[in-house]
């Protein structure tokens, strides 16, 4: 058991400064020791940003050193037509229940924001405890809108199997995280050479999920947390091994992933949904990337049990700026917010035009919040 | 909405914990932990449910990991690292040892 002021303690240990400073070093030199630039991995994960922003990790990198961020922020990659589906129902009538941060994020007419503006019911919850909550307390339908990856989806396995009221379903447009990065590791332009993968999806998948990965792509995965600390050396592992040449699945994470992951979560998860191939926005169609109800669950399935309207949406014409938006490209970690030409312009936190400048897990809206880097370069530019 | 938090248990009922997460108070579920979860102990929280506890002795392990990857560099010219090292040590007794378990 740890007192408060050994948690404290401990908190410090993963920001300590001078052991910060090492791992920065390490990293200068080994990267430096690869003898070429630049050199490119990328994690998968909106906690990684995050860290990687607030902390200012970005800046104290090695220069040869291009940490990307992939496909790892839920609802940049919660697709248009699974927005669609929210939207449809919304504006039908049936009273929606979604995660905070899917409020504004763009369809192909408009958000659920737009929707709930509209007059249609929209509810934001914290957790799908809370939306099952709501069903109880009224006669009304219930449509939770799940998004996010498994470790969301095991919240709402949890409460599928508990057995919600009736008047409560799910439209689920849940995402498995693993069959992502095989696409990822596969595009044909791609210069990753290594992943970081992220800790809190293998907390649940466990890491043992990454060797057939490994040794499919013979690209390394280094399994780390998201304390600033743990960035670094999760870097750090990574660019040993790329410079090793073992490509191997290594754990820098172990106070929270272990091999086999969360067993009984994994039943759970898997006892409600099966993966099913679908698109990821701005990535691909990701084979078994999905996840949607099993067939026993048919009953609690918002697809199958409402008729979901997608053609009452278009009336309205698309917005033409959509067509210049690069998250796709951002997401594949071929591009970076910056060479986009509505980062910071057009496209701002309060008025989106693409998905990743909606979440707090967005590459776009971290680099926006945090003060991206055009300030920086500009400040650089001025004042050599 | 995947953003983990870790908090502390305060109260056990069912399979509902009350946790604080830095003085903020918030009841969290128990349903997909894989482990028994008592008062004392850290959880990491996602949307309301706990995915895993957090046993102190492992946080400890890690940094451990941290350790090795720095004594690794096997430079002793590198004062940085001799001084994270010293640092390290000078943490207290059992810091690291109580942690030499395999990971």
Request: charged share 25%; net charge negative.
């Amino acid at each position: 058991m740890t007192s408060p002021s050994e948690r404290d303690a401990l908190q410090l240990k993963f920001r300590d400064p001078e052991r910060g400073k090492a791992l920065v070093e390490k990293l200068a030199h080994l990267t430096e020791s690869l003898g070429r630039s630049p050199v490119a991995v990328m994690h998968v994960c909106g906690s990684h940003e995050q860290a990687i922003a607030r902390f200012g990790l970005r800046h104290v990198f090695p220069k040869a050193l291009d940490v990307i961020m992939g496909p790892g922020c839920p609802v940049c990659i919660t697709d248009v037509p699974e927005v669609d589906e929210g939207v449809a129902l919304a504006q039908q009538g049936v009273r929606v229940a979604t995660y905070g941060d899917m409020l504004k994020v763009p369809g192909s007419a408009g958000s659920l924001a737009d929707a709930r503006a509209g007059g249609a019911k929209v509810d934001i919850v914290y957790s799908v405890s809370q939306a099952v909550e709501l069903a109880q307390k009224t006669n009304e339908e219930i449509v939770f809108f799940a998004t996010g990856f498994e470790t969301t989806a095991v919240a709402t396995a949890a409460e599928i199997l508990r057995g919600p009221p009736p008047n409560f379903s799910v439209l689920s447009a849940h995402k498995y995280i693993p069959p992502v990065m095989e696409i990822v590791a596969e595009m044909p332009d791609t210069r990753v050479e290594g992943f970081l993968a992220a800790g809190h999806a293998a907390t649940i998948t466990g890491w043992g999920v990454f060797e057939a990965f490994v040794e499919r792509h013979h690209l390394p995965v280094v399994v780390a947390g998201f304390e600033p600390l743990d960035v670094l050396a999760g870097l750090v592992r990574l660019v040993e091994l790329i410079h090793d040449k073992t490509p191997k699945v290594d754990n820098m994470y172990p106070r929270c992933v272990s091999r086999e992951g969360n067993v009984v979560a994994q039943q759970q998860l898997w006892q409600v949904f099966r993966p099913l191939g679908g698109r990821w926005r701005g990535i691909a169609h990701v084979p078994n990337g999905n996840l949607r109800l099993r067939d026993e669950w048919a009953h609690l399935d918002a697809r199958r049990r409402f008729h979901i309207d997608l053609a009452r949406l278009w009336t309205f014409a698309p917005p033409t700026l959509v067509q210049h938006c690069i998250c796709g490209d951002i997401m594949a970690g071929l591009k970076s917010p910056t060479d986009c030409s509505l980062f910071g312009k057009e496209c701002l936190p309060d008025t989106p035009v693409g998905a990743c400048m909606v979440s707090s897990e967005g590459t776009c809206k971290i680099w926006h919040q945090y003060g991206g880097h055009p300030e920086l370069t500009r400040a650089v530019e001025v004042n050599p | 909405m995947c953003l983990g938090v870790p908090g502390k248990v305060l109260e056990v009922d069912g399979l509902v914990a009350s946790v604080d997460f830095w003085g903020v108070r918030k009841q969290v579920r128990l349903d997909v932990v894989d482990a028994p979860v008592a008062p004392g102990d850290y959880v990491l929280n996602h949307v309301g449910f706990a995915i895993r506890r957090i046993p102190a002795e492992e946080g400890l392990a890690t940094l451990k990991l941290y350790h090795d990857l720095l004594r690794k560099q096997g430079e002793e010219d590198d004062l940085m690292a001799a001084d994270v090292r010293a640092e390290i040590e000078a943490a207290g007794p059992g810091w690291w040892r109580d942690c030499d378990k395999p990971l």
